[in-house]
């Protein structure tokens, strides 16, 4: 039977082992379920007073 891998050393096994997907633009309506490639960042505080 193999030997237990500590977590950090599996992760780094994963992560040689797979490579991103590419980046795609596709409308916002079929976007759900995606993830974001980059932040989105607002133009403008909303709502635009302070309400904490």
Known sequence: MAA??????????ILQAVE?????RVPL???LGRTLAEAVVAGEDLPPFANS
Do not use: N
């Not at 237990?4 to 599996?10: D, G, S, T, V, Y």
């Open 4 to 13: 237990l891998l500590r977590a950090q050393e599996a992760l780094e096994r």
């Open 20 to 24: 991103p997907l590419p980046v795609e």
């Open 29 to 31: 309506a079929q976007a």
